[in-house]
Protein backbone atom coordinates (compact mmCIF):
# COMPACT_ATOMS: atom_id res chain seq x y z
CA UNK A 1 0.00 0.00 0.00
CA UNK A 2 1.45 3.31 -0.67
CA UNK A 3 0.14 6.52 0.53
CA UNK A 4 0.47 10.08 -0.76
CA UNK A 5 0.30 12.67 1.48
CA UNK A 6 0.44 16.38 0.87
CA UNK A 7 1.41 19.64 3.19
CA UNK A 8 2.06 23.44 2.39
CA UNK A 9 -0.98 24.78 1.33
CA UNK A 10 -2.73 27.90 2.11
CA UNK A 11 -4.15 31.42 1.88
CA UNK A 12 -1.65 34.46 0.46
CA UNK A 13 -1.91 37.67 -1.11
CA UNK A 14 -0.87 38.43 -4.83
CA UNK A 15 3.17 38.03 -5.72
CA UNK A 16 3.74 35.48 -2.41
CA UNK A 17 5.06 32.35 -2.43
CA UNK A 18 4.06 29.13 -1.01
CA UNK A 19 6.12 25.80 -1.00
CA UNK A 20 4.27 22.73 -1.48
CA UNK A 21 5.22 19.20 0.04
CA UNK A 22 4.22 15.70 -1.20
CA UNK A 23 5.26 12.92 1.12
CA UNK A 24 4.95 9.46 -0.34
CA UNK A 25 5.09 6.52 2.43
CA UNK A 26 4.16 2.69 2.29
CA UNK A 27 5.63 -0.19 -0.08
CA UNK A 28 8.04 1.96 -2.30
CA UNK A 29 10.41 0.14 -4.60
CA UNK A 30 11.01 2.71 -7.39
CA UNK A 31 9.24 6.53 -7.21
CA UNK A 32 9.46 7.06 -11.27
CA UNK A 33 7.98 10.25 -11.90
CA UNK A 34 6.29 12.75 -9.77
CA UNK A 35 3.34 15.79 -10.93
CA UNK A 36 1.55 18.24 -9.53
CA UNK A 37 -2.01 19.09 -10.47
CA UNK A 38 -4.20 21.63 -9.66
CA UNK A 39 -8.25 22.03 -9.99
CA UNK A 40 -10.28 25.57 -9.54
CA UNK A 41 -13.56 25.60 -9.43
CA UNK A 42 -15.73 24.73 -12.03
CA UNK A 43 -12.32 23.69 -13.84
CA UNK A 44 -10.90 20.26 -14.89
CA UNK A 45 -8.20 19.01 -13.08
CA UNK A 46 -4.86 20.20 -14.79
CA UNK A 47 -1.47 19.18 -14.43
CA UNK A 48 0.85 21.90 -13.80
CA UNK A 49 4.51 20.12 -13.80
CA UNK A 50 6.21 17.26 -13.68
CA UNK A 51 9.72 15.15 -12.65
CA UNK A 52 11.29 12.27 -13.61
CA UNK A 53 13.77 9.75 -11.41
CA UNK A 54 16.68 11.23 -13.70
CA UNK A 55 15.59 14.84 -12.68
CA UNK A 56 13.74 15.79 -15.88
CA UNK A 57 11.11 18.44 -15.13
CA UNK A 58 8.54 20.13 -17.59
CA UNK A 59 6.15 22.75 -16.66
CA UNK A 60 2.70 23.68 -18.50
CA UNK A 61 3.30 27.42 -20.19
CA UNK A 62 1.30 29.36 -17.38
CA UNK A 63 3.45 28.20 -14.33
CA UNK A 64 6.92 28.68 -16.36
CA UNK A 65 8.93 31.26 -14.74
CA UNK A 66 7.67 30.99 -11.36
CA UNK A 67 6.68 27.50 -10.06
CA UNK A 68 10.06 24.99 -9.15
CA UNK A 69 9.41 21.21 -9.06
CA UNK A 70 11.63 19.69 -6.84
CA UNK A 71 12.64 16.13 -5.27
CA UNK A 72 14.08 14.37 -2.61
CA UNK A 73 14.49 10.78 -3.93
CA UNK A 74 15.73 9.75 -0.16
CA UNK A 75 12.91 10.66 1.66
CA UNK A 76 10.34 9.79 -1.40
CA UNK A 77 9.01 13.48 -0.97
CA UNK A 78 8.20 16.11 -3.80
CA UNK A 79 7.68 19.24 -4.15
CA UNK A 80 6.65 23.07 -5.99
CA UNK A 81 7.65 25.95 -4.86
CA UNK A 82 5.15 28.97 -6.14
CA UNK A 83 6.56 32.03 -6.42
CA UNK A 84 4.77 35.08 -7.59
CA UNK A 85 1.41 33.95 -6.96
CA UNK A 86 -1.39 35.27 -8.70
CA UNK A 87 -5.32 34.78 -7.81
CA UNK A 88 -6.20 32.83 -11.03
CA UNK A 89 -3.77 30.04 -9.18
CA UNK A 90 -6.39 29.61 -6.86
CA UNK A 91 -6.82 25.99 -6.66
CA UNK A 92 -6.72 22.37 -5.28
CA UNK A 93 -3.57 21.34 -5.80
CA UNK A 94 -2.65 17.26 -5.69
CA UNK A 95 0.49 15.24 -6.00
CA UNK A 96 0.52 12.16 -8.37
CA UNK A 97 3.22 10.09 -8.19
CA UNK A 98 3.74 7.11 -10.80
CA UNK A 99 5.15 4.43 -8.21
CA UNK A 100 6.50 0.51 -8.37
CA UNK A 101 5.87 -1.02 -5.47
CA UNK A 102 8.19 -4.19 -5.94
CA UNK A 103 11.08 -5.61 -8.32
CA UNK A 104 8.80 -7.18 -11.42
CA UNK A 105 5.10 -4.77 -10.12
CA UNK A 106 3.82 -2.67 -12.83
CA UNK A 107 3.78 0.76 -11.97
CA UNK A 108 0.70 2.86 -11.28
CA UNK A 109 -0.50 6.06 -10.14
CA UNK A 110 -1.13 7.03 -6.85
CA UNK A 111 -2.66 10.78 -5.80
CA UNK A 112 -2.26 12.86 -2.87
CA UNK A 113 -5.87 14.00 -0.87
CA UNK A 114 -5.37 17.34 -2.47
CA UNK A 115 -4.59 20.94 -0.69
CA UNK A 116 -6.07 24.15 -0.88
CA UNK A 117 -4.08 26.99 -2.56
CA UNK A 118 -6.11 30.86 -2.56
CA UNK A 119 -4.49 33.83 -3.67
CA UNK A 120 -6.58 36.91 -2.78
CA UNK A 121 -6.02 40.22 -1.56
Known amino acids: QVQLVESGGGSVQPGESLRLSCAAS????????ASWYRQAPGNQRELVAT???????NYVDFVKGRFTISRDSAKNTFYLQMNSLKPEDTAVYYC???????????????WGQGTQVTVSS
Open 96 to 110: KAVIRSSLGANSRDY
Open 26 to 33: GSIFSLIA
Open 51 to 57: ITRGGTT
